[in-house]
């Protein structure tokens, strides 16, 4: 299917041509304008048959959409670990509503609390929502293959600096793949202050009306407990009022952290 997005040119059976004014792709909804009415015509994808304007009609799945790209961003994570990348790190940590989690790609050393930070390689849930890409030039639903050439054709030089070995985290994140794709993924966004690390690595789920993980309990990336100390496991000493997971280097910070 053809992307959809605000602007695109429609075709409906019985209002003719008109023009998509906004798009949820979580629902299923959007509203088009026909003509010059002034006021838009809201529509449901799976039931109003909707085409492009060449007749192509525009289906909307009708099972649960992802409502987070984190499960897609792992698949294709794993898949460059295979190639060769893997000095490629996805890192993951909810928002301070707890509505929407948001997730950064980066690469190089594995330093967690201080991750190189390029355009691109970092979004979230909330924007998800309503364009579900990732924002190098992929198209929404797009396989973990075609993500790559994605990526691979927005920033050459951000991913050759994932070229290199790290056995112990693709060896990590390869089981954690295994254990919850499709539908779940992991956060690593634990670090409230006066709260004790979890024991297991938290799991979030990426679309509704799925049941809750029940699978394996799953642990930490390696070296991540070692980076709070031992105390904090029992909370008698809590490092991480100090250092925050959303520390960038050379005081950069992201656009949508407050």
Same mark, same amino acid.
């Given at each position: 299917?053809?992307?959809?997005?605000?602007?695109?040119?429609?075709?409906?059976?019985? +209002?003719?041509?008109?023009?998509?004014?906004?798009?949820?792709?979580?629902?299923?909804?959007?509203?088009?304008?026909?003509?010059?009415?002034? +006021?838009?015509?809201?529509?449901?994808?799976?039931?109003?048959?909707?085409?492009?304007?060449?007749?192509?009609?525009?289906?909307?799945?009708?099972?649960?959409?992802?409502?987070?790209?984190?499960?897609?961003?792992?698949?294709?994570?794993?898949?460059?670990?295979?190639?060769?990348?893997?000095?490629?790190?996805? @890192?993951?940590?909810?928002?301070?509503?707890?509505?929407?989690?948001?997730?950064?790609?980066?690469? %190089?050393? *594995?330093?967690?609390?201080?991750?190189?930070?390029?355009?691109?390689?970092?979004?979230? %849930?909330?924007?998800?929502?309503?364009?579900?890409?990732?924002?190098?030039?992929?198209?929404?639903?797009?396989?973990?293959?075609?993500?790559?050439?994605?990526?691979?054709?927005?920033?050459?030089?951000?991913?050759?600096?994932?070229?290199?070995?790290?056995?112990?985290?693709?060896?990590?994140?390869?089981?954690?793949?295994?254990?919850?794709?499709?539908?779940?993924?992991?956060?690593?966004?634990?670090?409230?202050?006066?709260?004790?690390?979890?024991?297991?690595?938290?799991?979030?789920?990426? +679309?509704?009306?799925?049941?809750? @993980?029940?699978?394996?309990?799953?642990?930490?990336?390696?070296?991540?407990?070692?980076?709070?100390?031992?105390?904090?496991?029992? %909370?008698?000493?809590?490092?991480?009022?100090?250092?925050?997971?959303?520390?960038?280097?050379?005081?950069? *910070?992201?656009?949508?952290?407050?």
């Amino acid at each position: 299917m053809k992307p959809i997005a605000p602007g695109t040119v429609i075709f409906h059976r019985h +209002r003719g041509y008109g023009v998509l004014t906004a798009v949820n792709l979580l629902t299923g909804w959007v509203a088009a304008r026909f003509g010059d009415e002034s +006021r838009t015509l809201d529509l449901n994808l799976s039931t109003d048959d909707v085409q492009h304007a060449d007749g192509e009609a525009i289906l909307f799945r009708r099972a649960a959409p992802e409502r987070m790209p984190h499960a897609r961003l792992m698949a294709m994570v794993r898949a460059l670990h295979r190639a060769g990348y893997q000095r490629l790190y996805l @890192y993951s940590w909810p928002q301070p509503s707890g509505l929407h989690w948001r997730w950064q790609l980066f690469t %190089g050393p *594995r330093h967690w609390m201080q991750r190189p930070w390029r355009e691109g390689w970092y979004g979230s %849930g909330a924007d998800y929502n309503f364009n579900p890409v990732m924002n190098w030039g992929d198209a929404p639903g797009a396989s973990s293959t075609d993500l790559v050439h994605a990526l691979a054709q927005f920033d050459p030089l951000g991913l050759a600096q994932a070229l290199g070995r790290d056995e112990d985290h693709t060896d990590w994140f390869a089981a954690v793949c295994d254990a919850l794709l499709p539908n779940y993924a992991y956060s690593l966004g634990a670090d409230q202050p006066g709260m004790a690390l979890p024991p297991h690595l938290p799991v979030i789920k990426v +679309r509704q009306r799925i049941a809750d @993980y029940a699978g394996p309990d799953l642990p930490w990336p390696p070296g991540w407990k070692h980076l709070w100390g031992a105390d904090t496991l029992s %909370g008698q000493h809590d490092p991480r009022s100090v250092v925050r997971h959303d520390v960038i280097p050379m005081g950069m *910070r992201l656009p949508f952290d407050c």
